[in-house]
Every structure is written in C-alpha cells, then in structure tokens.
C-alpha cells in the first residue's frame, strides 16, 4: 500500500520520500507506481509529461533518515505492533519535532503506537483502501492523546490528496475492519462447513448484495496473512468469541497460501 500512497501524494503535487527495507522493495513499488499511472495515460485522462513528473517528484530511500524533512510521515509497514513500534521510536528521534506521524494501519491501536513517542498528539492513523489510488476512503483514527490540530491538518491532507476522510476513535479494527473481517471470516466459516463452494459464496455476496468483489476473492486481494492478523486483533482486543478466526483461514496461512502475492489463496494466480 506503500507504493499506492506516495503515488497519490506525488500526484497531488506534493515532494515524496518513498522508504523500504531495500532496493528490490523500492523497485517493485515504483514499478507499481508506473503501471498504475500508465492505465490513466493508456486512457489519456493524463499526459507522459505529467506521468513523469508525478514519478519524479518520488524520491526512494533505503535509510530512514532520508525522513528526516518531511512534514508528515506515513507508516505503511507490516502489521505487527513490535515491528511499528520499532519504527515510530526511530522515526520519533529523526524527524522534526513538529512532525506528524501517521500509521496506515488496518487495526492496530493508534494509542499504543502514540505512547512510544514523545509526540503522542501528533500521533494519527490515516488508513487508506486497497488499491489505493482507486479508492476514495481515508479513514482517520485518533487516538487517546491525538490532538485537535494534528486532526485537522490530517483531514484537510487527506482531501487534498482527492480523498474523503471519514473518522472514528481508537477501538480494535476502528469501523471499516471491524466490519469487514466478520464478513470475510463468515463467509470462510461458510466454505469450511460445506455451505457453499468458493464460486457460490463470492457469486452470491457479489450478485446478491452489489459487492464488487466476494469475499474470497477480497481476502486473497487484501492478503490472508493480513485478514488473520486483523481477525486476531479484533479476537484479542474485545475478548469476544465472535471474532474467533476461523481454523480453515489458520490453515491456508499456515501453510503459505496467502493469496494473490504467493499465487494462491482461495484461487489461484
Ligand atoms: N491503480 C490505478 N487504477 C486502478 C488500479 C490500480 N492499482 N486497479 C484498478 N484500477 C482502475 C481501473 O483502471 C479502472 O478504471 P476505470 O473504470 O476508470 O477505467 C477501475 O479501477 C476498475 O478496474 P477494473 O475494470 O480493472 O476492475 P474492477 O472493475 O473489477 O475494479 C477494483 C477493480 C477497483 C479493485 C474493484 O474490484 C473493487 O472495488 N474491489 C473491492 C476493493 C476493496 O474492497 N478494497 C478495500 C479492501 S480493505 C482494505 O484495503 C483495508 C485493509 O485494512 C484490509
């Protein structure tokens, strides 16, 4: 989602710093980035000059440091607490104090992350949708100590970024998870017990409720690695049964069927 959201802020006009781990990381996102840009141009709703000058206002950086003179910083790595955590501490001493910090995080508590900084007001989660610069979705979490203008100043980012912010206060999932993976982990329960094949299920939420995906297809789209671990947020954070997540999807992850990005999840790719 990296790559999606520095394709959209480069194409609001804003100067991007994209960040990953490594060099064949970066490469792929920006590979990314040009495949989705060169869809527009293919459909001439934009210029090759404009292309270039959105790809070229990205700048990639392997070092966190290169963060260091940004105005907001995005967090979009992988959805673990410790692992976000060890990032915002880092990113807390690099950057200007006066930064905002966000994470794109899809369940994990803005309020915890905020309590390992020193900046815990300036702390937000700004959780765009996959594919990112399709969707039109920012949802803007505030946790515990996030501030009045942090809040703002995110809203207004996010509209200029051609997006509609909607916001919810910090509780597992925050809305759009909360009321997604029961539906994703439902409609695997369904598949587990035989009620209906993939293809019905999917057919029937797709025909039958206007959704543009089922919700086997979604899962494998969004990463089923990342449905668990959203399911297990939701499962620890209320201590509720209902969000048990079902053995079948324990099953696919266990064994590396992760969806689209490994080439098979509930289909193959
Ligand atoms: N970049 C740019 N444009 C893209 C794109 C991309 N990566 N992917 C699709 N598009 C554009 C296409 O060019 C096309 O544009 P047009 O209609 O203006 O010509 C349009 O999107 C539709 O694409 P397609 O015709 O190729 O295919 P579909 O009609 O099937 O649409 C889809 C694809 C937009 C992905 C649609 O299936 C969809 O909306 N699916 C549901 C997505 C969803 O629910 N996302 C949220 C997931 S949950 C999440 O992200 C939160 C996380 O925390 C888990």
Not at 207 to 215: D, I
Not at 222 to 249: E, Q
Not at 259 to 269: D, Q
Request: proline content about 4%; hydrophobic content about 40%.
């Amino acid at each position: 989602m990296g790559n999606g959201i520095a394709q959209v802020a480069a194409r609001a006009g804003f100067e991007v710093v994209m960040r990953d781990i490594s060099d064949e990381f970066l490469a792929r996102g920006m590979k990314a980035i040009d495949k989705s840009l060169q869809r527009d141009v293919d459909k001439e709703r934009l210029g090759s000059e404009e292309k270039n000058a959105i790809v070229g206002r990205i700048k990639t950086a392997t070092e966190l440091d290169a963060l260091k003179d940004a105005f907001i910083v995005v967090e979009a790595v992988t959805e673990n607490f410790d692992v976000k955590a060890e990032v915002f501490r880092a990113l807390d001493t690099i950057t200007m104090p006066d930064a905002i910090l966000a994470s794109n995080t899809s369940s994990i508590s803005i309020t915890k992350l905020g309590a390992t900084t020193q900046r815990p007001d300036k702390v937000i989660g700004m959780h765009f949708m996959n594919p990112v610069p399709v969707m039109k979705l920012v949802e803007v979490i505030r946790g515990a100590a996030t501030s009045d203008e942090t809040y703002e100043k995110v809203r207004a980012l996010s509209e200029k970024l051609g997006k509609t912010a909607l916001d919810c206060n910090d509780y597992p999932g925050f809305v759009s998870n909360r009321v997604l993976m029961p539906m994703i982990n439902e409609a695997i329960f369904a598949l587990y017990e035989g009620v209906g094949t993939r293809e019905s299920i999917d057919g029937i939420m797709k025909l039958g409720m206007n959704h543009p995906m089922g919700p086997l297809t979604l899962a494998d789209f969004i990463g089923l690695d990342v449905c668990l671990a959203i399911i297990n947020v939701l499962h620890d954070g209320f201590g509720d049964s209902k969000y048990r997540p079902c053995p079948l999807l324990k099953r696919y992850v266990d064994a590396g069927w992760l969806g689209r990005k490994s080439g098979r999840g509930f289909y193959e790719y």
